[in-house]
């Protein structure tokens, strides 16, 4: 069998916000070990797996409220108000690697949510995802998550609404959300709404579009638990039927590419770079 032409997507992989959350936690290790992170550092399990093995312990909130007097890293997804409360009641110092992106969409929540008026704010994101808990906590749980048309009921139409977005989503899925939430406006009623959907992510997708479409078989490289990777899966997907979706590179023996000519790595803003040539090596070992 002939070796395709394997590429990997120069411009996959970490976003800004994620490489200075491990740097901080990498730097923190080196010098004083051990540290705590609150849920997980990066929505990927090779990742994390692997600054576990450098002394990293990831915990829950739960957890958190148990423990006394240590050192704990808060990630860039940011969290909500309660969380630094619970850091100056159990004497846990952070290291607060929240995305400044997400820190600013953070700041502009609350001030729609403190300003005067009935105003409802609205949040279309995952409801439970831990960017989205940060932000439904700047409103003192009051915020509406929305992310499917279902979830339309929730909001009150005789009420003036403002519409941000969690950094993740796309923004076809926002723009889509935006004009059902502004169809179903009473009349005269005020209704805005804020694009606030990061664009490491967003700017990928033209690029990623292209990649994926100029090869055969795509391997999309992504944690389970990955907004963005869900998003640019798909993005492959459309443009490209033989995308498939990668955990590692144990995944890649049972593909059905063998026949591919050109064969392209990419991955979502939390896949590590060294993932990807992991699945690009064994990708390569099917065709020795
Ligand atoms: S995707 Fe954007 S907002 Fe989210 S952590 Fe990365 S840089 Fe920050």
């Known amino acids: 069998m002939s070796l395709p032409n394997i590429e990997i997507d120069p411009r996959s992989g970490f976003c800004p916000g994620v490489v200075t959350a491990i740097r901080q936690a990498e730097a923190e290790l080196e010098s004083s070990g051990p540290l705590y992170c609150l849920g997980d550092i990066v929505h990927n399990s090779a ?3 692997r600054l576990g093995q450098k002394g990293l312990i990831t915990v829950t909130h739960d957890d958190m409220a148990t423990l006394h007097g240590v050192k704990m890293l808060l990630r860039a997804h940011g969290e909500p108000p309660s969380t630094y409360e619970l850091a100056v009641k159990n004497n846990i110092s952070l290291i607060d690697a929240t995305c400044p992106v997400v820190l600013a969409l953070q700041r502009r929540v609350k001030a729609a949510f403190e300003q005067p008026g009935d105003c ?3 949040i279309y994101g995952k409801a439970g995802h ?3 808990n940060g932000l439904v906590g700047q409103t003192r749980g009051e915020a509406i998550v929305v992310q499917h048309p279902e979830d339309l009921d929730k909001i009150d139409y005789s009420r003036p609404v403002m519409l941000f977005s969690q950094t ?3 923004i076809a899925g926002f723009n889509d959300m935006a004009s059902a939430i502004s169809s179903r ?3 005269g009623v005020k209704m805005e709404y804020a694009d606030t959907i990061c664009r490491q992510v967003s700017n990928r997708v033209g690029h990623l579009r292209s990649f994926a479409a100029a090869h055969d078989v795509i391997l999309f490289v992504s944690g389970a638990k990955s907004s ?3 998003v640019l899966f798909d993005e492959c997907c459309s443009v490209n039927p033989h995308t498939y979706a990668v955990l590692d590179p144990a995944d890649v023996a049972a593909l059905p590419i063998t026949s591919a000519g050109s064969l392209g790595v990419c991955g979502a803003t939390s896949t590590p770079r060294w993932l990807m040539e992991q699945v690009r090596d ?3 070992k ?3």
Do not use: H
Request: net charge negative; hydrophobic share 50%; proline share 4%.
């Open 47 to 49: 990742e994390v797996k």
């Open 120 to 122: 409802q704010v609205v």
């Open 130 to 132: 831990a960017e989205v």
């Open 168 to 170: 993740t989503m796309s």
């Open 185 to 187: 406006m009473a009349p």
């Open 228 to 230: 963005n990777g869900k």
């Open 282 to 284: 064994a990708a390569e």
């Open 286 to 288: 099917l065709f020795t």
